[in-house]
């Protein structure tokens, strides 16, 4: 069984431009979970999904960021309008369903913001 | 060798001796608590977890121990090997919703 991908795995980006991330959860996993990393930092909550729907957006900022996880394809984690402050590594996760049990991180994408 | 976490984030230790890496969490209400290891480039990788109702739990080589009064994680490797080089981290939920909440993390750099 595949894990959590994410693609692309590296991602430059000028200031200014959008940036586009996506995460497939493993196979049969509903739930999805963002996370946004900064060098030597623990893993800092964005925003949970569940299919179609947004659960928790309580750690996306308020501007520029939208995530959606639609009934067809991988989730998308869009920054609109990047600034240097959004370089960071952005983890992917997902499990079966809510509650407490272990989260499957995918690999990440590292954005660079020139 | 042991680490007190967010104090000292670095731990190194020779081959074959038994590691100690140490959490202190924040929320008293959390209730399920992870360790997970994260390797140069990669995403975290579950090692082991625990519920609140527990004070201890063995896997293979790794074991957690939690004292909720103090609030305090830790995760003991056995017999550490080159391979467990990376950086390890503690995550809580706080049951009010699925999102994990992460420590800063530990830097294991094992000897040969």
């Given amino acids: ?82 600034v240097r402050g959004d370089s960071a590594a952005y983890f992917c996760a997902s499990s079966p369903s809510a509650g407490n049990q272990p989260q499957h991180f995918g690999d990440g994408t590292r954005l660079s913001i020139l | 060798g042991e680490s007190v976490g967010l104090h000292l984030p670095t731990l190194s230790v020779q081959e074959g001796d038994n590691s100690i890496i140490n959490c202190a969490y924040s929320n008293s209400a959390s209730d399920y608590f992870i360790w997970y290891k994260q390797e140069s480039g990669k995403g975290p990788q579950f090692i082991i977890d625990i519920r609140s109702n527990m004070d201890k739990r063995q896997g293979q080589r790794v074991t957690v121990l939690l004292n909720k009064t103090v609030k305090h994680l830790s995760l003991q490797i056995a017999a550490t090997q080159p391979g467990d080089s990376a950086v390890y981290f503690c995550a809580e939920n706080p049951n009010t919703g699925n999102q994990f909440y992460f420590g800063t993390g530990t830097s294991l750099t094992v000897i040969p």
């Fill in chain 1, 1 to 82: 069984n595949a894990g959590v991908m994410q693609n692309p795995r590296h991602l430059v980006r000028r200031r200014g431009q959008e940036a586009r991330l996506r995460c497939s959860p493993v196979k049969g996993h509903s739930h999805v979970y963002w996370y946004r990393q900064l060098p030597e930092e623990g893993l800092k909550f964005m925003v949970y999904l569940q299919k179609e729907n947004i659960i928790d957006e309580s750690g996306m900022p308020k501007e520029r960021f939208s995530a959606e996880f639609p009934k067809e394809g991988p989730s998308i984690l869009r920054i609109q309008q990047v």
